[in-house]
């Protein structure tokens, strides 16, 4: 697995965590992010071709009240 790939997953795993801390779907989410349902799921899965991009972050980091740097931090 590539570095990015990594990434992803961990990014992916943030995401998913933050989103059932605050009890929202998968769908609710995407629809609140105003991104698709299929794209939410590629992003929490860490299948992201390349990087989710920083509008797309800031979007759920706000929607889940939880900083950017949570989300994409490794520890």
Known sequence: ????????RL???NIAYYRKLKKYTQM????KT?????????????????CVSLPVLY???KILEVSLDKL????
């Open 34 to 50: 105003n991104i698709s349902l299929s794209y939410m799921a590629k992003i929490e899965s860490g299948l992201v071709t390349g």
């Open 1 to 8: 697995m590539t570095q990015n790939e990594l990434d992803n």
């Open 59 to 61: 979007k759920i980091s």
């Open 72 to 75: 994409v931090n490794k520890n």
């Open 28 to 31: 609710q989410l995407a629809q």
């Open 11 to 13: 990014i992916g795993i």
